[in-house]
């Protein structure tokens, strides 16, 4: 499909439906890996647990045999081994009971017993289904001949004596010699049923996760794309009336509306400063734009050239003078060359006199520093001595509107640039530009989903998910993903023999690269992130140690509150989260810091959480 078709299906002119499409993309993806990974991760699980229950019934029937095997059945057989056919019919009168016995506690399960001295089934249950079978020998591609051969345990799948089965085949040792193998199998249709069960409910839960992600996607997008409308159309009134506000919004976004509104006021306010210096300079200042048309008069220019702001903004400055006079003019040298002058004595005509004037001009440039005119202030030299006074407070002045200026320089270029960007994406056509653009929004998107993703998720805490969780591979995963945040060094002490515990694994990843990062901030350059772990009877304990600033004693109590932090930037959630966890766990968290020294964060979990029934899950990492 063309990209114009498509864009005919998908409305992506709006935020919110570049949001939308971005979101569920992120979503989709994750959810896709994760279905194939279990659905593969489920069935290799079904067959290995078929195969522990398979060779669980052939050990059965193997304690069954008796250490004497088969030579102690066949004792009191007069013939012996001598009869082949006596000795088969012995044996299968024997054992035959006991096959039938184990494969009857298991429906659908075919076991026997195979003698290598023989070469012959001795039985197979259940009998009934299977009696035909005694007696014969297996082909020689068997795979029971390579199980008697090299004497170890093996799982087959395939079409053996019985069909398309699952066969779990072990030997018969007696006396360091293999004397046959006993086989325990199971139909593969039946096990394929149960897998298309498992590929079934994967499907199913994906499909869910992605209808949930869509609503929630739906309806947090709605929301932000009408705020960020809002802000939007506030801008736009904004440019024409600084003195107009954006109305006020809820969350990170009312923050941002606040700083807007903040550096509006701050603008205009600045802007009116500039008028009143420029109203209160005693000197001359005319300013003008790249074709010579006058575009600032201040009340001391109005004076000396006689004339009216309203009536000479806008028209050529060369008519501020008489048609028939000679003009010397550094202001229009300035425009015309770029040569800026500083101090310079000029005459200035006028219809009664000539005056004497020291000019100093410059060029005017924007933001990007490209011209857009020139300025001239203008000072009466036959006043010097009169004016020396005003001079003085006029530079003064000047120097706090320049930097005033500045300041209103740079509260005006992001002020502009948000509005430019955010009204540039708005109306933005190009799937080509969103996509270039797009990280910028998606960069400060994340930023606010992760403050509010923080609140919401301390505010609505959600029951922990229990599993199996392998811990030394959970701390080995968190501390390569904290080494790419930071340079600091980050050393590991495990315990080898570590247990897996029953534990939410997400929530612990959570928890655990909060403390590692809290940890990397900390510390100087330079500084040891030290992470640890250690087995006590039923708990396990985990232990971020790091050698940075530390935390001074009147604040460890607070350490856990909520909106607590010593950082500046810090939300105060962290550790706060960090302690809801653990207890979600029955775990005991605790919290050392010396000033100066370092600080030393532990959590100890129970190995078996007894709040939740045991699940039988795959470990987590």
Not at 493 to 503: K, L, N, Q
Request: proline share 5%; hydrophobic share 45%.
């Amino acid at each position: 499909m063309r990209l114009l078709d498509l864009r005919r299906l998908i409305p992506v002119r709006t935020l919110r439906a570049r949001l939308m499409i971005t979101s569920l993309l992120v979503v989709a993806l994750p959810i896709a890996i994760v279905g194939l990974t279990l659905e593969r991760e489920g069935r290799q699980a079904l067959r290995s647990e078929k195969e522990d229950k398979l060779f669980a019934l052939a050990r059965v029937l193997d304690f069954e045999l008796g250490r004497g095997g088969y030579d102690a059945l066949l004792a009191d057989l007069p013939t012996g081994w001598d009869d082949r056919a006596a000795a088969i019919r012995h044996l299968n009168s024997k054992l035959a009971g006991i096959t039938d016995r184990v494969a009857d506690a298991a429906p659908g399960v075919g076991v026997g017993y195979y003698s290598r001295r023989l070469d012959a089934i001795v039985t197979y249950g259940p009998s009934r289904d299977h009696a035909d079978t005694v007696g014969l020998s297996i082909p020689p591609n068997h795979p029971g001949r390579d199980v008697m051969k090299i004497g170890r345990p093996r799982a087959e799948m395939g079409t053996l004596v019985r069909g398309p089965i699952l066969n779990a085949m072990l030997p018969i040792v007696r006396n360091d010699e293999t004397v046959g193998y006993i086989w325990s199998n199971e139909f593969s249709d039946a096990i394929e049923a149960q897998a298309s069960a498992i590929d079934a409910a994967v499907i199913f839960a994906s499909a869910i996760g992605l209808v949930v992600a869509f609503g929630i996607i739906s309806v947090m997008s709605r929301r932000l794309s009408r705020e960020v409308g809002v802000i939007v159309h506030g801008l736009a009134a904004m440019k024409r009336d600084l003195r107009r506000p954006i109305p006020p919004l809820r969350d990170e976004l009312g923050e941002i509306v606040e700083a807007i509104n903040g550096m509006a006021k701050a603008l205009d306010d600045a802007r009116s400063l500039n008028e009143n210096i420029l109203a209160s300079v005693a000197d001359a200042i005319v300013s003008v734009d790249l074709d010579g048309r006058v575009t600032a008069v201040n009340p001391a220019a109005e004076q000396l050239y006689g004339v009216q702001a309203g009536a000479v903004i806008g028209k050529p400055y060369r008519s501020l003078f008489p048609d028939d006079a000679t003009i010397d003019s550094a202001l229009l040298d300035t425009l015309e060359t770029g040569r800026g002058h500083t101090a310079v004595t000029i005459d200035l005509p006028r219809a009664d006199q000539t005056l004497r004037i020291n000019a100093t001009s410059s060029v005017l440039r924007d933001r990007d520093g490209q011209r857009i005119g020139a300025v001239v202030v203008l000072k009466d030299v036959s006043e010097r001595e009169r004016l020396m006074i005003q001079v003085m407070r006029a530079d003064r002045l000047a120097a706090l509107g320049e930097l005033t200026a500045g300041i209103a320089h740079e509260v005006r270029n992001p002020l502009t640039s948000i509005r430019g960007f955010i009204q540039y994406l708005d109306e933005c056509e190009s799937l080509e530009e969103w996509r270039a653009y797009g990280p910028l929004i998606i960069r400060q998107v994340d930023s606010l989903n992760h403050l509010v993703g923080e609140l919401l998720a301390f505010g609505r805490p959600q029951p922990p998910r229990i599993g199996k969780v392998d811990v030394a591979q959970l701390i080995k995963e968190m501390t390569f993903l904290a080494r790419g945040k930071s340079e600091a060094c980050i050393a590991l002490d495990c315990d080898g023999s570590f247990p897996t515990i029953e534990a939410d694994g997400e929530a612990l990843k959570q928890a655990l690269l909060n403390l590692i990062i809290n940890a990397i901030q900390a510390i100087p350059d330079g500084g040891t992130v030290t992470v640890s772990t250690r087995t006590e009877d039923d708990r396990v304990a985990i232990v971020v140690k790091d050698d940075g600033v530390g935390v001074a004693p009147e604040n460890l109590d607070k350490v856990f509150d909520p909106f607590f932090s010593t950082k500046p930037s810090g939300t105060g959630l962290g550790l706060a989260m960090v302690h809801r966890i653990v207890d979600a766990h029955d775990g005991v968290i605790t919290f050392d810091s010396t000033p100066g020294k370092g600080t030393v964060v532990e959590i100890r979990l129970p190995i078996v959480h007894r709040d939740q029934p045991h699940q039988q899950v795959e470990p987590v990492s």
